[in-house]
């Protein structure tokens, strides 16, 4: 109960009378008014630095694990004057696999964990996985929220499974993938952010990419939001990350400008800045080098 007001009281602090109407009038705009001015040749390669290049597949094994992360050694050697990848995502059975294979310095090994994609598993088992992954070589881990629990109101087990994984992960960065596609409303989105943040989340993250709708201008823009309240309140910064449905140089452009506008300079780095995708990187290098590329 005291854990209960405590939320309650944490909660009270945010603007949560927000309007899905008003979200989706807000997201028109910046896509009308600012995303033409971003759709430049430095930006393209800026968004390059931010992908999080990420196999999550039934097929994925050790030699394709493997493969993968050479092509990022080979990245490096062959477009030096562009910026690698921020990130290599794969499941927590791999990190080994990357992290002895990976030799280009600023590259984050990251592992989905917690029972990914579906959370649905024993908190015990969760903590394990991600120690577990974190002791392989996993510099960031990226749990999915209790889904079920939110929508059940239950707020102290959302925060309080977050704050377990967090003390599992020890000194690594932790996104907490929020499964927006199931919150239904931007109320509900800001919300699950404040609780994440205030769980432990060093990033929030749209989707796991496994269900529709998985990324969204609107979900993005509330996140940043709340990211930014977040911020001024207690001056923690917090990371952010759209994945799943990142199709097109477009998509990587909206979601730049929405960060750009609702959160500012300070985060247009690719380390508070990242796109959970892999499609988007052949796409992006081919923008900047002028010709269809198929590297990754």
């Given at each position: 109960?005291?854990?209960?007001?405590?939320?309650?009281?944490?909660?009270?602090?945010?603007n949560?009378?927000?309007?899905?109407?008003?979200?989706?009038?807000?997201?028109?705009?910046?896509?009308?008014?600012?995303?033409?001015?971003n759709?430049?040749?430095?930006?393209?390669?800026f968004?390059?630095?931010?992908?999080e290049?990420?196999?999550?597949?039934?097929?994925?094994?050790?030699?394709?694990?493997?493969?993968?992360?050479?092509k990022?050694?080979?990245?490096?050697?062959?477009?030096?004057d562009?910026p690698?990848?921020?990130?290599?995502?794969?499941?927590?059975?791999?990190a080994?696999?990357?992290?002895?294979?990976?030799?280009?310095?600023?590259?984050?090994v990251?592992?989905?964990?917690?029972?990914f994609p579906?959370?649905?598993?024993?908190?015990?088992?969760k903590?394990?996985?991600?120690?577990?992954?974190?002791k392989?070589?996993?510099?960031?881990?990226?749990?999915?929220?209790?889904?079920?629990?939110?929508?059940?109101g239950?707020?102290?087990?959302v925060?309080?499974?977050?704050?377990?994984q967090?003390?599992?992960c020890?000194?690594q960065?932790m996104k907490?993938?929020?499964?927006?596609?199931?919150?239904k409303?931007?109320?509900?989105?800001?919300?699950?952010?404040?609780l994440s943040?205030?769980?432990?989340?060093?990033?929030?993250?749209?989707?796991?990419?496994?269900?529709?709708?998985a990324?969204?201008?609107?979900?993005?823009y509330?996140?940043?939001?709340?990211?930014?309240?977040?911020y001024?309140k207690?001056?923690?910064?917090?990371?952010?990350?759209?994945?799943?449905?990142l199709?097109?140089?477009m998509d990587?452009?909206i979601?730049y400008?929405?960060?750009?506008?609702v959160?500012?300079?300070?985060?247009?780095?690719n380390k508070w800045?990242?796109?959970?995708?892999?499609?988007?990187?052949?796409l992006?290098?081919s923008?900047v080098v002028?010709?269809?590329v198929?590297?990754?």
């Amino acid at each position: 109960m005291e854990e209960k007001n405590k939320i309650e009281q944490v909660l009270s602090q945010y603007n949560l009378d927000i309007t899905d109407e008003e979200v989706r009038e807000a997201v028109k705009t910046i896509i009308a008014e600012k995303v033409p001015l971003n759709d430049t040749h430095e930006v393209k390669k800026f968004l390059m630095g931010s992908v999080e290049l990420t196999t999550l597949k039934t097929t994925d094994s050790e030699t394709s694990v493997m493969a993968f992360t050479e092509k990022v050694n080979q990245f490096e050697e062959q477009y030096p004057d562009l910026p690698h990848v921020a990130t290599i995502c794969v499941y927590p059975k791999f990190a080994k696999t990357v992290s002895e294979t990976l030799e280009v310095e600023g590259v984050e090994v990251a592992c989905v964990s917690g029972s990914f994609p579906s959370s649905q598993s024993l908190i015990e088992v969760k903590t394990v996985e991600t120690s577990l992954a974190v002791k392989d070589g996993a510099t960031e881990i990226d749990i999915v929220m209790n889904v079920g629990a939110f929508l059940e109101g239950d707020y102290d087990t959302v925060v309080d499974e977050v704050q377990q994984q967090k003390e599992a992960c020890g000194e690594q960065a932790m996104k907490v993938i929020l499964e927006t596609g199931c919150l239904k409303t931007a109320k509900n989105i800001k919300i699950a952010s404040l609780l994440s943040m205030y769980g432990g989340a060093d990033y929030i993250k749209t989707s796991t990419g496994k269900l529709e709708p998985a990324a969204t201008p609107e979900a993005a823009y509330v996140m940043c939001q709340a990211i930014k309240e977040y911020y001024d309140k207690t001056g923690i910064q917090i990371g952010f990350k759209p994945a799943g449905g990142l199709n097109s140089v477009m998509d990587a452009l909206i979601y730049y400008t929405i960060v750009k506008e609702v959160l500012g300079e300070k985060w247009l780095t690719n380390k508070w800045f990242r796109m959970g995708t892999s499609r988007l990187a052949n796409l992006l290098l081919s923008e900047v080098v002028g010709e269809e590329v198929k590297f990754f």
